[in-house]
């Protein structure tokens, strides 16, 4: 009998149930709707605020579109598999986005289709990246609109539905979809849905903490309830056109600083440390020291900078903006007091190092995140102290827990695709005209849903400028972000494997 390979049998793995998909993402364009009416509510309760009717059009489209798959498609006992909650976590994500830009759409002014969409994906994603030029003059209700995306986007669309309708096992895997193995590994052995609930209940009480403190600054309540949103968030839209440096106030400064810091860290452990009882858990954390420590490291040599270019003459305002601008973009928000495009060149490269590596796993900052990077600086010491003393057996432990060689090699295999993305987006931002500053950090920006960069996209400019391809690619790059890039990639995948 002669040798060969022996055919391995072929098996057609089982289609995704999309009667199940569309009934999830028709929740969520359910939630997107209910967040227009109170928009819409607030316009009413605003003398002269003609965004009621765009508001009004748009949650009703939204909602008839969300309630048809409810209606029609019934939902019976079903177990969702791993991809189908994948495919619900990018679908919902889409939707809101596409729906989201229909309240812009309709009011007209400076939003075109594009650049209505690129709003709309912009707060979502809590990019924060903007293309309106006259932000004071928008009415109340669009206002309140734009920074309740940001909200959503924040905790996560499908996080903050599955806490209200879906069942235990299901909220389970939706979680797990949504959110990173990275970010719940410091509770490893609890499941999904125990640490997505811990995150929504840290993000509601940060945020009315923020609300409160920002009040006592003197801050009327809609700024107050709006930068409160926006900084817990890191989303960084803003109700003024000139962000935060419109107050001119020190105090609320502060607030935000200290608001957008801890938005930064894993919400799972803030919920232990603060809503527990139990503070001593947040300095046990190597994560969190590391991002601190590098936070006030960045502080102090952009704060010197500043100081010895002889730009400031106050230290005490040269504290005061570096402080405020490394935690803005260290943390993605992308608040502003200052025109960081005029700063030193150091400066300027400390800032951009912190908008690539940006804030803890677990939290609503986007970027590398800190915890990837811990890994990636462990393997590879590990790899240098393995090739000196081959028989030495090394393990990489974070916050006293083992970490296996696969999660290393995930925390390469991430930077390495977002550092690949930067690039591509970035030489097509160049060959479409832009100069290479503006380019490069407006690739970093988008991907990394910081919002501003340098050059032509500074902290006290924006997008609008941009041609319309790339306000698109920009778009992309702010989705793939926001979703840590693989769940993009999964989905491509089991429509391939379905087909």
Request: charged share 15%; with cysteine; hydrophobic share 50%.
């Amino acid at each position: 009998m002669a040798c060969g390979k022996i055919p391995l049998p072929m098996f057609k793995p089982k289609a995704m149930n999309w009667r199940v998909i569309s009934w999830y993402i028709g929740v969520a364009l359910l939630l997107s709707s209910t967040l227009m009416v109170v928009s819409c509510i607030i316009a009413l309760c605003t003398p002269g605020d003609d965004s009621v009717f765009p508001l009004l059009y748009a949650s009703f489209i939204t909602g008839l579109v969300g309630v048809f798959p409810l209606i029609f498609v019934r939902k019976r006992r079903y177990k969702l598999r791993f991809k189908e909650g994948n495919c619900i976590v990018v679908g919902a994500w889409l939707a809101a986005c596409i729906f989201g830009m229909l309240p812009f759409l309709f009011y007209g002014g400076e939003f075109s289709p594009v650049n209505a969409l690129f709003e709309s994906v912009s707060g979502f994603t809590t990019t924060g990246a903007s293309i309106l030029n006259d932000i004071d003059t928008l009415p109340r209700g669009l206002q309140f609109w734009r920074i309740s995306t940001a909200w959503v986007g924040g905790v996560g669309i499908v996080t903050l539905f599955s806490m209200i309708i879906a069942g235990g096992r299901d909220r389970s895997t939706l979680s797990r979809a949504e959110i990173s193995s990275v970010a719940r590994e410091p509770f490893a052995g609890e499941p999904s849905e125990s640490f997505a609930s811990r995150m929504l209940i840290t993000y509601i009480a940060l945020t009315a903490a923020s609300f409160c403190a920002l009040k006592l600054t003197g801050m009327g309540w809609f700024d107050a309830v709006t930068n409160a949103m926006s900084a817990c968030s890191t989303c960084g839209f803003c109700i003024r056109g000139e962000s935060i440096a419109a107050y001119a106030n020190p105090a609320a400064e502060i607030v935000l600083t200290f608001a957008m810091i801890a938005a930064g860290i894993n919400f799972g452990i803030l919920f232990i440390a603060f809503i527990k009882g139990r503070p001593h858990n947040l300095w046990k954390s190597e994560t969190i020291k590391v991002f601190l420590s590098l936070v006030l490291l960045a502080i102090i040599i952009v704060t010197l900078d500043l100081m010895f270019s002889g730009q400031y003459v106050s230290f005490a305002d040269a504290l005061r903006d570096a402080s405020f601008q490394v935690a803005s973009i260290s943390t993605t928000t992308g608040f502003a007091t200052r025109d960081t495009t005029m700063w030193p060149q150091l400066s300027m490269v400390i800032l951009i190092l912190c908008s690539l590596i940006c804030g803890c796993s677990g939290s609503t900052s986007g970027g590398i995140k800190i915890d990837r990077v811990i890994l990636a600086v462990k393997g590879i010491h590990r790899k240098v102290e393995q090739a000196i003393s081959p028989n030495i057996v090394q393990v990489i432990r974070i916050d006293g827990r083992m970490r296996a060689d696969s999660q290393v090699s995930d925390a390469f295999g991430y930077i390495f695709c977002y550092l690949l993305i930067v690039v591509i987006f970035a030489a097509i931002n160049i060959a479409a005209g832009l100069d290479f500053t503006t380019g490069v950090t407006a690739s970093v920006a988008c991907v990394g849903n910081v919002g501003p960069g340098f050059g032509d996209v500074g902290s006290m400019s924006n997008y609008a400028s941009f041609p319309s391809i790339l306000k698109v690619t920009g778009m992309v790059e702010m989705f793939i972000g926001r979703l840590e890039i693989f769940p993009v990639f999964y989905l491509i995948r089991s429509i391939r494997l379905s087909t």
